[in-house]
């Protein structure tokens, strides 16, 4: 994956080219204020919300009562932005009240949790700021967009950082295909969420993969600026399929039900008789967790409540256990405060 290819997959670069074929969007210029905000690891504090943080700096004497003083309390106070708050208002009323925001190539997806409605539908820049100031794939998009690039000796291209806001449309997860291309050729499509088991995508495997294959041939083939790259696609209820977003081709985007050892040296995606590969969740057994959980809770919960680290399990038990023996132990002792008879 080279660096060009990167930038080539930027929203407002593939955008005009595909508009017919994907929803309705708006892109605004990040002000640079802006993006030093995103970028602040301080408190978070949305810009734009009714409410200020305040830390409260003391000791606590249990005996006394504590008596606060102005000093001792410090208000906090999120940045305001006038100029650009009233572009995206604009934007985001232009676009029906509700949108889907991300940035030249990221969406804040693994931050919905933080949501009120768990979900990336935003109607103010307060609700954008929210979701991007808590999202690990947005400080990647700011700060190491080339990381996993090939040819890093090279010059990093010069970013210019977009706001992209999307028309919300309540897309159902079950329609969402990941679909590789190499040499201009359709080689994979991939559930996108794998995590789930959808039984209409298995009974219906041959349609979807027609469908996905007549889009590629007639509207995205030979005409994006690479011949290496990775397309989502939503098929709707009518079995029409729209274009959502273009990835690298490569480790930075993620692969699925694939890996990117089969789909770089073929493997058994290159053994394939005729036309793509197609990967789905066969039945209830194989439902995986959702990879966003790690951004939720500590990463020791997700090993343990996975099974992928069986060492840090061994270990859970055993504290477990001592614990409860511990317990037992106390139970046998008297207690400090009974009264002897």
Not at 55 to 74: C, G, K, L
Request: hydrophobic share 35%; glycine share 4%.
């Amino acid at each position: 994956m080279k660096k060009e290819q990167v930038v080539n997959c930027q929203f407002s670069v593939w955008y005009p080219i595909f508009k017919k074929h994907t929803i309705k969007s708006l892109i605004l210029p990040l002000p640079q204020n802006v993006i030093d905000y995103l970028q602040d690891d301080g408190t978070l504090v949305v810009s734009g919300s009714d409410h200020n943080l305040q830390n409260h700096n003391s000791s606590i004497d249990a005996e006394e009562d504590v008596q606060w003083s102005d000093e001792e309390t410090t208000t906090v106070t999120a940045p305001e932005f006038p100029e650009f708050n009233s572009k995206v208002l604009e934007a985001i009323n232009a676009l029906g009240g509700r949108v889907f925001p991300k940035l030249n190539w990221s969406s804040p997806r693994d931050a919905n949790w933080i949501a009120l409605n768990s979900t990336l539908e935003c109607r103010s820049l307060s609700d954008i700021f929210l979701l991007f100031k808590s999202s690990d794939f947005i400080t990647h998009d700011l700060t190491q967009p080339y990381l996993q690039c090939s040819d890093q000796d090279s010059p990093d291209p010069a970013i210019n950082y977009e706001l992209v806001l999307r028309k919300w449309s309540d897309l159902i997860p079950g329609g969402e295909f990941r679909c590789f291309v190499k040499e201009n050729e359709l080689i994979a499509i991939s559930q996108r969420d794998y995590t789930q088991f959808y039984q209409h995508v298995l009974k219906q495997e041959q349609q979807i993969c027609q469908a996905i294959q007549d889009f590629f041939s007639l509207h995205v083939q030979y005409r994006f600026l690479d011949e290496d790259f990775v397309f989502d696609v939503y098929r709707d209820s009518q079995g029409r399929v729209w274009l959502i977003d273009l990835n690298p081709f490569g480790e930075v985007t993620d692969s699925l039900l694939f890996n990117w050892d089969e789909l770089t040296s073929g493997g058994a995606v290159g053994q394939q008789q005729e036309g793509p590969a197609f990967r789905c969740t066969t039945s209830e057994v194989t439902v995986q967790p959702s990879p966003c959980l790690s951004y939720r809770i500590p990463r020791d919960f997700v090993d343990l409540s996975t099974g992928e680290d069986a060492y840090k399990l061994i270990d859970f038990l055993k504290l477990t256990k001592s614990q409860q023996e511990d317990s037992e132990d106390e139970d046998e002792e008297p207690r400090s405060d009974t009264i002897p008879l």
